[in-house]
């Protein structure tokens, strides 16, 4: 089994015209994952972004609005767990990546 970082983008950010978000949307949507989940993650708030080492943070202007690691067989089981996602009643979407270091991960 791989583990896949699943990366939500464009939630609910705060703003009256953003869809509300519905935690227990999110609840039911990792209870039905189940064992696949490795690490839950978290939403994000707010972020901030470092252009470079000599430059300040400054607002993120990426859409990044949270994560959670899973494992599954490939990429189409993968997508298979992403899509009941709750962040696309949120008017959101998801970046899955295999990550580095999964057992059947081959390199580059």
Same mark, same amino acid.
């Given at each position: ?11 609910? *950010? ?5 869809? &509300? ?33 000599? $430059? ?17 067989? *490939? ?5 298979? $767990? ?20 999964? &057992? ?5």
């Amino acid at each position: 089994m791989d583990r896949f970082l699943i990366v939500y983008r464009g939630a609910a *950010d705060g703003s009256k015209d953003a869809p &509300p978000r519905a935690p227990g949307g999110w609840r039911d949507w990792f209870a039905r994952l189940g064992d696949a989940v490795v690490d839950p993650g978290s939403l994000a708030a707010a972020a901030v972004e470092i252009p470079n080492r000599l $430059l300040g943070p400054k607002e993120s202007t990426s859409s990044l609005s949270g994560y959670a690691v899973v494992q599954a067989v *490939d990429f189409n089981a993968a997508v298979a $767990l992403a899509e009941a996602c709750p962040i696309f009643d949120e008017g959101g979407s998801v970046e899955i990546a295999r990550l580095a270091g999964s &057992p059947d991960a081959s390199p580059g």
